[in-house]
């Protein structure tokens, strides 16, 4: 992820060679990046086999949702993310996905400038978005709205967003990974 930066080491205490660091998954069942207990009579084994064994610790929704419903990551972003969109949970299982991706973001902290990209600014179609995304000018079409640490925000499934630079987030979402690049 080159538009990380670097507080999740510096600040975070994050231990990895990856550099930069764009994201720390801190909770999380899903097999791409599972939690590790890391002490007492279960250390050194996933969340995910944890809650297997005790699933009453999940929580009752979890419990019927069948799976640890959801995901919690730190987002340093140094740089602009992508314009994406993630599915919804029909959407996500039609292709291959137990879940699709609404998330929230908390902004623990924001340079000045900072900002977030949040649907649309006018109502869109598919005929005129079609040549935006090609020429990458679908920037011109994005609702962008000023953030401040302290902020949070609500992305339901199928909203397109992006991360402007600047951000540091905590996200809790859907465990999903399924993200659609538009730009």
């Not at 930066?5 to 994201?23: F, I, S, V």
């Not at 069942?29 to 610790?57: F, K, M, N, W």
């Not at 994406?84 to 959407?91: F, G, I, L, N, T």
């Not at 623990?108 to 400038?113: K, S």
């Amino acid at each position: 992820y080159i538009w990380g930066g670097n507080r999740l080491k510096r600040d975070w205490g994050k231990q990895t060679d990856m550099t930069p660091l764009a994201e720390s998954w801190e909770l999380s069942c899903h097999e791409a990046g599972p939690s590790v207990i890391a002490g007492g009579a279960y250390a050194g084994r996933t969340l995910g086999e944890y809650l297997a064994e005790h699933p009453q610790d999940a929580g009752t929704k979890a419990q019927n949702a069948g799976a640890f419903p959801l995901l919690i990551k730190l987002i340093d972003a140094a740089g602009p993310l992508s314009v994406q969109v993630h599915p919804d949970d029909e959407m996500a299982r039609r292709h291959g996905s137990p879940h699709g991706k609404t998330e929230m973001w908390y902004m623990i902290d924001a340079a000045p400038g900072a900002r977030l990209a949040l649907g649309f600014n006018r109502p869109v179609d598919p005929a005129t978005l079609r040549p935006l995304l090609d020429s990458g000018d679908i920037e011109s079409l994005l609702r962008y709205i000023p953030v401040k640490a302290g902020d949070a925000f609500l992305i339901p499934a199928g909203t397109v967003h992006a991360i402007g630079p600047g951000c540091l987030i905590a996200e809790i979402q859907q465990t999903s990974d399924d993200t659609y690049r538009l730009y």
